[in-house]
């Protein structure tokens, strides 16, 4: 067919895999930030595909990834997003990532870990044993932000006597209550603990 070939060959992407990851990791991730109420550049959010790989490349340097951003209400207390890169987090990648940022860090301060598997054990306690308040994600948990599916109602964290209504109204107990997807808890983690 003439003409026809070059219709559809416009929409296939040519760049790299691993370069759409990150944007969309990254995407996901300034979001989330944002409605966690960290003040995030809208130009930052609303970055083209084309424009992160002319800034970052096909295979982009994860530090340069790095997202560093400050509470709109508090801006003392911030937040540290690591790209961690490919293969399994152990301790010494974890304590690798500390001894960098070691400076940036304060013990008001937050830090995401983006991962491309899943931590070890020893790294995931390690997490644990900090001042501040380590997350981690795997990248396939950011391709995608849960909260703007078309499925997803909107949600709310509720005070706690909008909660006791509720309950109420329902007559259920706080422990028959179905939390949302792991997904959107993970998303919400900020706020919900």
């Not at 109420?37 to 490349?57: C, K, N, W």
């Not at 400050?70 to 490919?86: C, E, N, Q, T, Y």
């Not at 909008?162 to 983690?189: A, H, I, P, T």
């Amino acid at each position: 067919m003439e003409g026809g070939g070059g219709c559809l060959a416009s929409f296939i992407d040519q760049g790299s895999v691993e370069s759409h990851r990150y944007f969309l990791a990254r995407r996901t991730l300034l979001e989330m930030l944002r409605d966690r109420g960290y003040a995030v550049p809208d130009v930052d959010i609303h970055q083209t595909l084309p424009e992160f790989r002319s800034m970052y490349g096909q295979q982009p340097d994860l530090d340069r990834l790095l997202i560093s951003a400050s509470l709109a209400s508090d801006p003392s207390r911030k937040v540290l997003v690591i790209f961690s890169g490919p293969g399994k987090f152990k301790l010494s990648t974890f304590r690798g990532i500390i001894d960098k940022f070691k400076n940036e860090i304060s013990p008001q301060s937050r830090m995401i870990l983006v991962l491309g598997d899943k931590p070890t054990s020893q790294a995931r306690q390690a997490t644990k044993e900090f001042s501040f308040k380590v997350e981690t994600f795997q990248i396939t948990e950011l391709l995608v932000n849960v909260t703007k599916h078309t499925l997803m109602p909107k949600h709310e964290i509720l005070i706690e006597e909008d909660k006791q209504k509720l309950l109420k109204k329902y007559s259920v107990e706080d422990s028959q209550v179905v939390l949302g997807s792991l997904e959107l808890l993970n998303f919400l983690r900020e706020n919900v603990c």
